[in-house]
């Protein structure tokens, strides 16, 4: 069945998958795609929605180096909202709820119509391994599939077991198989594993609710979309909408932790800190006598609703008294109920920043399976790992992103240099350079190194670069061109910030906090510049990013720049830390195990203190 070698095989169809199996085809790698089942490509496991608070941004960066979730989220958008408006523009962050089974078709069509991809229906039980690089896989069949490079994206299915109150049993996903075999055999060739643990909600019908008692949640009054590309732009949108719990939801949950498997030590893994279980919240902050529950809808034409903040693993019967005493949900029906699910997982400090395993030559990690949660993270792991192996296997340089060129850099550097013991799931807060990874100008950062692989397309590259040429010249006329007191002194007044007595450029007036690209779409001279250039929204948006943030985007460039140099200072291959003596013991240990490229990396080693870095930097003749 299989008398060719592939360049590239993915195993698992899931967000990291199909990114993966895109990017290697799309750079010209020949790719198989081996999943479980392929009517689930792309299948949106646990909410129905793409983005959100830092996870926005990753979907923009995916977009911006030619992947396809920003293109398939708008093409089965039902909502857009961008969150964190009222904050800096480095906190915005677009999320989108979808249409769950359009989104899923979408994923499918994008990958049957890409060149150089072939498909697969079958489990993947095992690696095919020569001399410590992989050669391809084996299917539970018995069927070897030769590859030069493997991609292993297989999400929550690793040995996954399914917990619904005392009852448990083997599945990747409610009404799928977990797989078997991977695991033991990274094992025994000598991988660290871990467990972990993640949660779904119940899902129910809609016809059976009563909105009218609940708070509508409507998306963004002229919504944005995430794909650079000319994709559409929804014209309508569906409604969520909001509740809460009460103390007597509480109570009748209580009543169930002794069959929970949380709480009776059946599920011995970590779950996600920041996604907890209505059980885990209503125990960690039981002074609350309310949690938010947002009633999301799971298509246009679906009545399946999505319970957002009910995920659980309570006994069905349990999650069903104590949802019906939420408000609007007093004749709720399940579709299906809430559960927890534990997986196999391998430490992430066991790869490069590749996501290429040290171990394993050609053998990369992408998703679940390195300690993440969530779709974006997930995708844009597949990116760089099928990105990384069509480059590895054509014996091109690495590709590898830094910490201030993008989320995706922070993401894969915090999982390779600090490791995970819990499901990573990114925040703004993470990155130390936010107010440059903004989403507004992911295109600018990645499309020019998307388009040098071969990934980006030359329309990309065209859209950015016009972009970038009309919000430069803009603001340009913003610092050339002069304002009257007497044109700009009554807009002052009106929002209620001190006049001025005499002429200045209108950059300085546009810096104050108060003033908005509306305030000076009312001066004559900017209206007649915006008519005159055909500004589009995204160019003025980006123009005055630039005017008003101009002081700290030049702060954090500097201090980017500073740590370059450390970034600079490569860490010989194999280096002996046992033969520096005065490093600490903590830090000889994270230093052997982690083995960091550079210097930076060195330094955002969880124990390796600056005085450590000092004995280094000091070894190393700097």
Not at 29 to 47: E, F, P
Not at 418 to 444: H, V, W
Request: net charge neutral; charged share 25%.
């Amino acid at each position: 069945m299989f008398e060719k070698e592939y360049d590239v095989i993915v195993v698992g169809g899931g967000h990291a998958g199909a990114e993966a199996v895109a990017a290697a085809a799309n750079m010209g790698s020949r790719t198989l795609l081996v999943t479980m089942n392929l009517q689930t490509i792309g299948q949106m496991s646990c909410n129905p929605a793409m983005g959100g608070i830092a996870k926005g941004q990753i979907v923009r960066e995916i977009d911006a180096l030619g992947g396809y979730s920003g293109i398939v989220t708008d093409k089965s958008a039902i909502q857009f909202k961008m969150l964190n408006k009222s904050k800096g523009p480095a906190m915005w962050s677009p999320r989108a709820q979808n249409d769950r089974m359009r989104f899923a078709e979408e994923w499918r069509l994008a990958l049957e119509q890409t060149p150089n991809v072939d498909f697969y229906q079958e489990m993947v039980s095992g690696l095919l391994v020569d001399n410590d690089q992989v050669v391809g896989v084996r299917t539970s069949l018995g069927i070897d599939v030769r590859g030069k490079a493997v991609v292993l994206t297989n999400g929550t299915f690793l040995n996954g077991l399914i917990h619904i109150g005392e009852k448990q049993f083997g599945g990747g996903r409610a009404g799928e198989r977990a797989a078997t075999g991977i695991t033991e055999q990274l094992v025994d060739i000598g991988f660290d594993s871990g467990r972990m643990k993640t949660g779904t909600p119940p899902r129910v019908d809609g016809r059976s609710l009563d909105y009218d008692v609940m708070i509508p949640q409507p998306g963004d009054q002229n919504p944005e979309k995430f794909s650079y590309l000319n994709t559409p732009v929804l014209e309508k949108q569906r409604d969520c909408h909001m509740t809460h719990t009460s103390t007597l939801v509480h109570d009748l949950l209580r009543e169930g932790f002794d069959r929970s498997p949380m709480f009776n030590g059946r599920i011995k893994s970590i779950g996600p800190r920041y996604c907890p279980s209505i059980e885990d919240k209503i125990h960690r902050f039981s002074d609350k006598e309310a949690h938010q529950i947002f009633v999301e809808p799971e298509g246009w034409n679906t009545v399946e609703v999505y319970v957002n903040g009910f995920s659980t693993s309570l006994p069905e019967d349990v999650q069903y008294r104590a949802l019906r005493s939420v408000k609007g949900f007093e004749n709720v029906k399940f579709f299906r109920p809430g559960y927890a699910i534990e997986y196999d997982y391998f430490p992430p400090t066991q790869l490069k920043h590749t996501l290429e395993t040290k171990l394993i030559k050609n053998l990369y990690f992408a998703g679940q399976i390195n300690g993440t949660t969530g779709y974006e993270e997930a995708a844009s792991q597949g990116l760089m790992a099928g990105i990384n192996a069509h480059l590895q296997i054509n014996e091109k340089d690495p590709f590898i992103l830094k910490r201030d060129e993008a989320y995706i850099g922070v993401l894969i550097d915090d999982l390779i240099t600090k490791g995970t013991e819990e499901p990573y799931r990114m925040f703004t807060s993470r990155a130390e350079y936010r107010t440059l990874l903004r989403q507004d100008n992911a295109d600018i950062r990645l499309t020019p190194k998307g388009y040098a692989l071969g990934l980006a397309k030359k329309e990309r590259l065209h859209r950015m670069e016009e972009k970038k040429e009309k919000s430069d010249a803009f603001v340009s006329f913003f610092r050339k061109t002069s304002f009257s007191p007497d044109e700009i002194n009554p807009i002052l007044e009106e929002i209620g910030t001190a006049k001025v007595k005499q002429s200045d450029k209108m950059f300085k007036v546009f810096s104050r906090p108060k003033v908005t690209m509306d305030h000076m779409m009312q001066l004559d001279s900017v209206m007649e510049y915006v008519s005159s250039n055909s500004l589009d929204t995204e160019v003025m948006e980006q123009a005055e990013i630039q005017v008003k943030y101009s002081g700290y985007i030049e702060k954090e460039k500097n201090n980017a720049d500073k740590l370059q140099r450390l970034e600079n200072i490569k860490i010989p291959e194999g280096f002996d830390y046992s033969k520096l003596k005065s490093l600490s013991s903590e830090a000889r240990e994270k230093l052997l195990e982690i083995q960091p490229v550079t210097i930076s990396q060195a330094s955002r080693i969880s124990g390796v203190s600056p005085s450590d870095i000092s004995v280094l930097l000091v070894f190393l003749g700097r």
